[in-house]
């Protein structure tokens, strides 16, 4: 996940906020969403005010509340076709 910038941050904190936020890029679109959260929730503790932290960090959130959302239902038809089968095997 190596990166090249045309510009180098001028202190640590907003060198290390641009690698954080280049990680949680990386992770966002392969879709590790657990894991872009996590990059930009460290970018957005070292500068609290940016927006697109805030924004990127929603967006993980939204997603992975579908996930989740996804999941429970699909676990909800396998319990439904589960119970069928158990029931017509009898």
Request: proline share 2%; charged share 25%; hydrophobic share 50%.
């Amino acid at each position: 996940m190596a990166h090249s910038n045309s510009t180098i941050p001028a202190n640590a904190v907003e060198r290390d906020f641009a690698e954080f936020m280049l990680r949680g890029d990386d992770f966002f679109k392969i879709e590790l969403l657990r894991q872009a959260k996590s990059w930009y929730t460290k970018a957005l503790n070292l500068m609290p005010g940016n927006e697109i932290a805030k924004h990127q960090l929603a967006e993980c959130e939204k997603l992975l509340t579908f996930e989740r959302k996804i999941v429970r239902i699909l676990l909800a038809i396998g319990a439904v076709l589960l119970l069928v089968y158990l029931v017509a095997a009898r």
